[in-house]
């Protein structure tokens, strides 16, 4: 029976980590996170926050990573500590919320930017009240055509990866150091002062954390990818942290390259800061960073059609999904089934929620909620395990792991309590329900054939 192939090396794996995070977050949160947190202080405190809430993670993943070096990451984590079908529940929104809303989200993102360079405004078809417009069709093909790309091998995906990942950063950093060179302290001086700030701060920046937590969603992908990674119980924890702190630096500087820029009035109503800051120093400012938008948001399209497929093979070859993802590709040793199945549920996500905001919130809301029962793990598998062999062990225990969980469990709560996001949080725990029905509809198929 053809094997994952073994192929991703250390630098593979960090730039599918920081690949996964710079995507189109930094380019279109600011805006939503300045609306939130209209304070310079604050706006740097929520992005900080971020970042140590991903570090956290991260660390507390590097434990999880080196016990468990297996493709699918994060949902061996979950079995292992809490059984199937905590594990089950996770893969079950992966697919149908968490990877496949990020994929739709991202194409829908992708097709805004490109109408700077392709007429995108057309009707394909209309029924009733929808619309299907040549934008759609654009995402749509997208996801379609980085999926196949990805099907043919993981070391293509790997060359298609670091060539993106490393064109996305470069442009970054372009942005960054206009910011800083060109920056007027005359026109724009940042208040960083204490007294100035809101009285309701904290749950103010609960709610800016969506778009935060957005932007850094995805440093966890490498660990969904340890089954093809080369020495995965050091390499893959590593990737998570070197991605996590790169990623981390690159957003507070970049933030602070937007308001050197711009006033934080401005930021807060653009819905494309990069281009808007680029533009008050450069007359063609706003279509250069269009080219670096797609760029980024392209690339890390490419990661999500190739990492979260591991995870329903994983599901597959547990006996507890669909027997048809296990499948490997006789030549190119990639999850095929799995592959096509979770393209053609982001296109339906495309199609059913229309707008990145919407979905967004879906896909936040639900990822906290299963990161921070995985910090939950690293708890629970100390206890039950002491003797598992642990090539790392996380920094700051028991202190780290618990700030990821308090902070992730703080965010959930407040994401399903707020009238703004709530229509997201209870679409997502519906869909939980209803992978309960489904689980135990496999277990009972899975205990009738061994009983047979």
């Known amino acids: 029976m053809p094997q994952l192939n073994k192929k991703l090396t250390l630098y593979g794996l960090t730039m599918i980590a920081i690949g996964s995070c710079i995507g189109s977050g930094i380019f279109a949160a600011p805006s939503d996170v300045t609306q939130n947190v209209p304070h310079h202080l604050l706006i740097l405190v929520v992005w900080s926050l971020g970042g140590m809430i991903a570090l956290t993670g991260a660390l507390t993943f590097s434990e999880l990573g080196s016990m468990y070096p297996k493709a699918g990451g994060v949902y061996v984590y979950l079995r292992e500590a809490f059984g199937e079908l905590t594990a089950f529940l996770y893969g079950w929104v992966i697919l149908l919320v968490i990877n496949t809303g990020a994929l739709a989200a991202l194409a829908i993102i992708l097709a805004d930017f490109m109408t700077a360079f392709i007429p995108l405004n057309g009707v394909v078809f209309s029924l009733g009240s929808y619309v299907f417009t040549t934008k759609s069709l654009f995402a749509i093909t997208v996801i379609i055509g980085l ?71 995805g440093w966890h992908h490498t660990s969904y990818l340890s089954g093809e990674a080369i020495n995965a119980k050091k390499n893959v924890p590593r990737a998570m942290v070197i991605g996590v702190v790169s990623v981390t630096i690159v957003y507070i500087l970049i933030n602070i390259a937007y308001m050197n820029l711009m006033s934080i009035e401005s930021i807060a109503v653009s819905n494309k800061v990069a281009s808007d800051a680029m533009a008050t120093v450069f007359h063609n400012g706003g279509k250069l960073v269009a080219v670096a938008i797609t760029i980024s948001i392209f690339g890390t399209i490419a990661i999500y059609t190739m990492s979260a497929p591991r995870i329903y093979y994983a599901m597959a070859e547990d006996g507890v999904f669909f027997k048809g993802l296990s499948k490997i590709h006789p030549k190119f040793k990639t999850p095929v089934n799995a592959m096509m199945l979770q393209a053609g549920w982001a296109i339906l996500l495309l199609l059913f929620w229309g707008s990145f905001s919407n979905l967004i919130k879906y896909v936040t809301f639900m990822d906290i909620i299963f990161m921070g029962l995985a910090g939950v793990a690293l708890f629970k598998l100390r206890l039950e395990k002491p003797d598992l062999e642990r090539p790392i062990k996380v920094w700051g225990y028991p202190f780290v792991p618990a700030f990821f969980v308090i902070i992730s469990m703080l965010f959930v709560g407040y994401v399903f309590f707020d009238d703004s996001t709530r229509e997201q949080a209870i679409a997502g725990v519906t869909v939980l329900a209803c992978g309960l029905i489904v689980f135990y509809a496999f277990k009972w198929k899975k205990d009738k054939s061994m009983e047979g």
């Open 147 to 217: 999926t196949l790309i990805n099907i043919t091998g993981v070391r293509t995906s790997q060359i298609f990866v670091n060539f993106f990942t490393g064109l996305k950063l470069i442009a970054i950093l372009a942005i960054i150091a206009v910011g800083f060179i060109y920056h007027d302290p005359t026109s724009f001086k940042m208040d960083l002062s204490v007294n100035t700030l809101p009285n309701d701060s904290f749950r103010l920046l609960m709610l800016a954390l969506v778009g935060v937590l957005w932007s850094f969603g």
